[in-house]
């Protein structure tokens, strides 16, 4: 037991003095002597944290608890990710030294422990209710532990921990943690929650050309999609009109602007608009503008008509009629319910990759099978035959040559 006891001592003294070396020889800071390790960096009453303002040189996030409800006052306090807004106060809460350092201020460059407005260093402030500040922290560089140039983090090694310090003290304390989640980016902190679009019974498209205005219906759940006013001779094309009735199944946003954005400068005044209605009763009209970015503004308006009576059935027997009517009406309660979140979606646009949108803007043509025309086999060309002779003509034989006639020799008298 007391070698057990031994070893762990040792361990302990390892790990604070490679703490303490890395602190004075891998980041520069001057080497004295270690104050304390193991305490905790801040101790603040959390159940009075109702504000979190960080700050650095790339921008601001502001973070307001209003309502119960944390929100993001730079996106028109819009609601935050509380999961993510309780996950960093817990880690910062819970942060302990493993080294702590008196540094002159002269060495805080070094440290990246500035103000975020000369250039370096991440500023935490905490608010109670009344936005009176009950603490402030300056998060500076990232302490790297070298790998050998082997493994994890390459020969420049890993991220292993983080300077902090207080503004206006020399005391800095060396955490295990990196706190990357500590970000000054407004767009990082706000809730993602999102309309989802289920059961698509027809989806009508009514964009800037003619060529962008069709309808797709279905008749069920599992039936084909079909072009509302399709030709005869048109056939839709099912692999390329599902993934356009269905591209707001699971959607996301990458941003939100303010309720009071200008319909000129994001193109809302003269948007694309998609309908959609579901098997369900739910309407949604959604409203595109102009890309910027690789994105587009969308707003959203949803509506709902639900069947309020359950119709029952030929053979129902009366032991199964009651349960039947509870699953209907929670089948209900659940719809109404799914109405009222969404409808909290109204009101302001949404950035929306275009690559989403560009699965439903398209040409009525390319919801289309191409048929491919196959043009028609030629027989080969076959030599003209010599014409024939008439059957009752025959040809006539060529006269044989006639001998040339021997030449008479000329008769002379006797001689007398």
Partial sequence: MKNKQLAMMVAAAALLGGAAYFLNKKDGAPSKE???AGGKVIALPV???????????SGKASLTKKDDVWKVEERANFPANYERVHDMLTKLWDLKTVQVQEIGQSQFARLELGEPLAGAGTKIEFKDKDGKSLGTLLLGKKHMKESGGMGFGGPGGFPAGRYIVQPGSTRVSLVSETLDEVEAKPENWIAHDFFKIENPSAVTLSGATDAQKWKLTRENATADWKLADAKPEEKTDSAKATPAATAFANPAFTDVLAPDAK???????KPTVITIETFDGFTYVLKAGKETNGNQPVTVEVSGK????RTPGKDEKPEDKTRLDDEFKKKIKGFEDKLAAEKKFEGRPFLIAKSTLDSVVKARAALLTLEVATPPVQAPAQPTPAPAAPANNPPKESAPAKAPAESAEPET???Q
Avoid: M, R, Y
């Avoid at 319909?263 to 005044?269: E, I, M, R």
């Fill in 413 to 415: 008298s006797p001689k």
């Fill in 263 to 269: 319909p000129a400068d994001t193109g809302l005044d």
């Fill in 47 to 57: 159940e009075k944290i109702e504000g979190v303002v960080i700050q650095s040189a």
């Fill in 306 to 309: 639900f069947v309020k009576e």
């Fill in 34 to 36: 270690s104050i304390a």
